[in-house]
């Protein structure tokens, strides 16, 4: 399936300069979402997966039904104060600024294999700071999956000693 001729491109948007892939345009199309979830499911049905972890927000619209389909947990990566509990924070730098990123201290075990899932890789800051915070509570990398990757970008030179899988690669 051509995912591409699903994802709308926004010009100018956030701001002047900027080409935004919304993918919203893809989601709503019931076949091709099956199919991008199914298609993740057979690349990962037998690593092993114990969680999915999905970056705040939109890795949770494709982590949480992989989880379901890979029979692992879920784990959300979220922004600053929105986890009720003990959390590990990590500080990174975005395209437009920096933030930080939080988990749950008891999210992870050592040991387990854990799937990163998120919409894009754009410069790499946010998927390198969920790896950080992965690895601090002994988790074990298997692979770093996004739905879109902005090759020109350069992220995945941020997670160099760490898998990466994109279905979509812009250049």
Do not use: W
């Not at 991008?36 to 049905?45: H, N, S």
């Not at 992989?66 to 009720?84: C, D, I």
């Not at 988790?139 to 997670?159: N, S, T």
Request: aromatic share 10%; glycine share 8%.
């Amino acid at each position: 399936m051509n995912y591409k001729s699903f994802i709308r491109e926004v010009p100018d948007f956030p701001k002047p300069g900027i080409l935004f892939y919304d993918i919203t345009t893809l989601l709503k199309d019931a076949d091709c979402f099956q199919h991008i979830i199914d298609e993740l499911t057979a690349k990962y049905e037998s690593a092993q997966i114990t969680k999915v972890v999905g970056i705040e927000s939109r890795g949770f619209i494709f982590g949480c039904p992989l989880a379901y389909r890979l029979h692992a947990g879920f784990v959300p990566v979220r922004k600053p104060g929105k986890l009720p509990a003990d959390v590990y924070e990590v500080k990174y730098n975005l395209e437009y600024g920096s933030n930080s990123l939080a988990i749950h201290r008891d999210a992870i075990t050592p040991g387990e294999r854990i799937l990163v899932v998120d919409d894009l890789l754009a410069t790499g800051g946010t998927a390198d700071a969920t790896v950080r915070l992965i690895r601090q509570l002994g988790g074990e990398i298997v692979e770093v999956a996004f739905l879109v990757e902005l090759l020109f970008l350069g992220g995945r030179e941020k997670l160099k000693d760490t898998q990466v899988h994109s279905l979509i690669t812009y250049s």
